[in-house]
């Protein structure tokens, strides 16, 4: 863990020029090429049919990849079969072995690698001590709620000491309340433990508050692999910014490039400032992004020039207890979001022309959606 | 502080939850009892009558008692050491010449001689040569005349046990016991003692076609749960194809087969495998072959359900755990897919025990089960006693099979949850 994150340590996975297809025609995984770190919390984010599942699959071993190679630990292991990987894994419904009890479930990998009684004895009770469930040795799955049986199976993935962790979707069925206590649980056993994960999730927000890393998934190629900040601050393309976090998109063409940054005309004649970030040139049809927290409303009547200010006209405002939204009509976006502190909204009425601003750096001129 | 009244006010409405609870559950329960209540009818008449009455009839003795209620009588005070007395014998004189102006002799001789061979001929003499009733004080030396079997202690035994209204005679018969002079239970004679094997016989047969029926199942259940649903249901079309053919065509079809000049014998002989024909057919090897095949669907379903429900993520999480593909069939797949196999055995294994059309037509005269026993007492010999009491004894065995199957479910679904 000392190693993840300051000098980059050699990879433990690296999928390599990796292509999957089911039926022949398309490709679900296209030409992936991914290094895992050891020590690392990655996250493969995607929509369902992105391919993030299939390339969890494939480094367990139970999906073979049509083309490409994938090495763990400078070993090529497409043709090692899953039991013989050392990779533990956590299912989405847990896949605890109904007919054992917890105590049986979690000495299973130590008992088909035929560890002694009292070396299982010892390193199922200390798993059973980490989940804080000594008490539930002898139940059954069926006995437990979701999120123990959630814990359950992570001791049971990790007691054997694998070099990688694969998790698919684990907290899918769990309610959120839960969930978010068991990604805490889980964030801290990865940091205690200096274990290697690769998590798949569909979720965001528990990609954001769990990874070292991000792989973002679309269609079945890593749009971008960057820690959560960086995806959230500079992602670098639509899909990117969309699927990262809350968004707002106006679409417009870009008028003039100069180094880093651009003007783009935007529907009803207004043009903006933006920086540059996946454009090919002047003339091109663009799409911006803004993060509705990086948007400020400015009450009718004030008219100073800021540097990129736009008509908009009140649709709406949501409160949502620690904040507030206010839906507007922008540039022909008639779900822009602008985020309100806490009693800032008292002013604003459906109907109402305002004014917004935001600054040139926190307005990405992305490829056109 | 606040919780405390509302927790008295909770134990003050207790009782009369519980009763408006119970009131609202026995709507429900009317309501149920109706829908099952025809069906309930039918069994009652159709089913729980008859085995009620195949029990009483196991253990019923109504022909001596009925034909010969004076006898009976006098010999109620009897003690067995001697012969009796003459009261007795009056009475028996008296009960034949009645029996034989009503012509029901003929039901007690044939009851008696079950117990004692050649009573039915001591009987049918001794009212053949009685012309009238004897003198009193006459009527031992008169019936000694006629036929000295009078003269032995156990012609009069036998007529007292077989004086009812219960007896143990049927089922101990069923189980090669009988009662000595004495009355103490002893085993049958051998030329007698024929039920314990054929029982015996009746468990080995069941068995084996059980055993068969699960190495044959097993990898078609095991197919039919993984493969996908398309192919799966053509599959199970021919899982079930046999239960829409009648049990006659399917058996008359493996006599076809088998038969020394049929399908089977004639294949092997012209492709030069054996010489002669195998004799395939009316031996242990054709009753094993038919019964399997009749009773396979019955071993199939329940394994295909129980392995239907075992997600395979189970062998999945099995394989990333470490474990090779049979270590985990066997430690992970196998245990789960027990209870079908135990439902699909017992299954199996009861129906096989009542099997009487298929062994009767591809078996041999060794190869007849306990069914084909309780047929032939009922129909040819009409001795329903022992018929019934083999009914009784296969009911009982069954039973008792079902129970211990039962215990085992039980004992496996409620380990761990009561541990700790």
Redesign the interface.
């Known amino acids: 863990m000392e190693a993840g994150m300051v000098t980059p340590a050699p990879a433990l996975v690296r999928f390599s020029g990796i292509q999957k297809t089911y039926d022949g025609e398309h490709l679900v995984v296209k030409n992936l090429d991914l290094d895992i770190r050891k020590g690392e919390f990655i996250t493969l984010l995607g929509p369902s049919g992105s391919g993030k599942t299939t390339t969890l699959m494939m480094l367990a071993g139970f999906e073979v990849p049509t083309h490409g190679e994938i090495y763990l630990s400078e070993r090529p292991i497409k043709n090692v079969p899953p039991h013989r990987r050392d990779i533990g894994m956590v299912f989405q419904n847990y896949a605890l072995f109904p007919h054992l009890t917890i105590a049986e479930n979690i000495a299973f990998p130590l008992s088909v690698r035929k560890s002694s009684k009292a070396e299982t004895q010892e390193r199922v009770s200390a798993a059973l001590r980490m989940i804080k469930m000594e008490t539930f040795a002898h139940r059954r799955p069926g006995q437990l709620s979701g999120g123990q049986q959630q814990r359950v199976a992570l001791a049971r993935a990790l007691v054997f000491n694998p070099q990688l962790v694969l998790m698919d979707e684990p907290l899918g069925a769990l309610d959120k309340r839960l969930r978010e206590q068991m990604q805490l649980e889980i964030k801290q056993l990865h940091e205690t433990m200096g274990i290697t994960i690769v998590y798949v999730t569909h979720d965001q927000s528990e990609a954001l508050t769990m990874s070292d890393r991000i792989a973002v998934f679309n269609d079945g190629i890593v749009q971008q692999i960057d820690r959560p900040d960086a995806l959230y601050e500079h992602p670098v393309n639509s899909f990117v910014a969309h699927f990262i976090g809350e968004n707002n998109v106006l679409a417009g063409t870009v008028e003039t490039v100069e180094r880093d940054y651009c003007r783009v005309a935007l529907a009803g004649g207004s043009t903006v400032a933006a920086r540059a970030v996946n454009v090919s040139g002047a003339g091109a049809s663009t799409s911006l992004s803004v993060r509705p927290e990086r948007v400020a409303i400015i009450p009718n009547g004030n008219s100073s020039e800021g540097p990129n200010r736009l008509p908009a006209k009140v649709q709406n405002t949501i409160y949502l207890g620690d904040h507030a939204l206010a839906v507007l009509d922008v540039a022909g976006n008639a779900e822009f979001m602008v985020k309100l502190q806490p009693g800032a909204h008292h002013g604003l009425r459906p109907g109402e022309s305002v004014f917004i601003t935001f600054r040139p750096e926190d307005c990405l001129a992305l490829d056109p959606v | 502080m606040t919780a405390a009244p509302a927790l008295g006010a909770d134990n003050k409405t207790e009782v009369p939850l519980k009763r408006r609870l119970r009131r609202a559950e026995r709507t429900r329960q009317v309501k149920a009892l109706a829908l099952v209540l025809p069906l309930l009818l039918f069994l009652l008449f159709t089913f729980a009558g008859p085995i009620a009455g195949m029990l009483w009839r196991s253990v019923e003795d109504w022909e001596v008692r009925q034909v010969l209620p004076q006898t009976v009588a006098a010999l109620a005070s009897w003690d067995g050491k001697d012969l009796p007395d003459e009261n007795a014998y009056a009475a028996l004189a008296s009960d034949i010449l009645a029996a034989r102006a009503a012509g029901t002799l003929a039901i007690a001789a044939k009851r008696l001689n079950y117990a004692l061979n050649g009573f039915r001929t001591i009987l049918t003499s001794t009212g053949r040569n009685l012309k009238a009733v004897p003198e009193p004080g006459t009527a031992r030396e008169t019936l000694g005349r006629i036929n000295p079997a009078w003269r032995e202690r156990a012609t009069w035994t036998t007529i007292k046990d077989a004086g009812g209204p219960i007896t143990g005679f049927y089922l101990l018969a069923a189980l090669d016991l009988t009662r000595n002079a004495d009355g103490a239970i002893v085993a049958a004679p051998p030329d007698q003692a024929i039920y314990r094997d054929i029982f015996l016989r009746t468990f080995l047969i069941s068995l084996a076609v059980t055993a068969l029926c699960l190495i044959l199942g097993f990898p078609v259940a095991y197919l039919l749960a993984t493969l996908p649903p398309g192919r799966s249901n053509l599959l199970m079309i021919f899982v079930l194809l046999p239960f829409w053919t009648s049990l006659l065509v399917r058996t008359g079809a493996w006599i076809v087969l088998l038969q020394s000049k049929g399908v089977v014998n004639d294949s092997l002989l012209w492709l030069g495998i054996i010489d002669a024909p195998l004799r395939l057919i009316y031996n242990r090897f054709g009753v094993c072959v038919a019964m399997t095949h009749v009773l396979l669907p019955f071993m199939i379903l329940p394994l295909y359900s129980s392995m239907k429900a075992i997600?395979p993520?189970?062998m999945?999480?099995?394989?990333?755990?470490?474990?090779?593909?049979l270590?985990?069939f066997l430690?992970?797949y196998l245990?789960?897919t027990?209870p079908g196999i135990g439902a699909g055995s017992l299954l199996v294994f009861i129906l096989a025990l009542g099997y009487y059309i298929t062994p009767a037509l591809v078996g041999g005269a060794a190869d007849q089960m306990i069914s084909y026993f309780i047929a032939l007492y009922t129909t040819e010999t009409a001795n329903w006693g022992l018929a019934s009491a083999l009914g009784a004894v296969l009911l009982l065995a069954t039973v008792l099979l079902a129970l211990v199957y039962g215990k085992l479910v039980q004992s496996q679904q409620v380990t761990?949850?009561m541990?700790?």
Request: hydrophobic letters at 40%.
């Open positions: 997600s993520a189970y999945r999480a099995a394989a990333s755990l470490g474990a090779p593909p270590t985990a430690r992970i245990p789960q027990l761990g949850g541990k700790n």
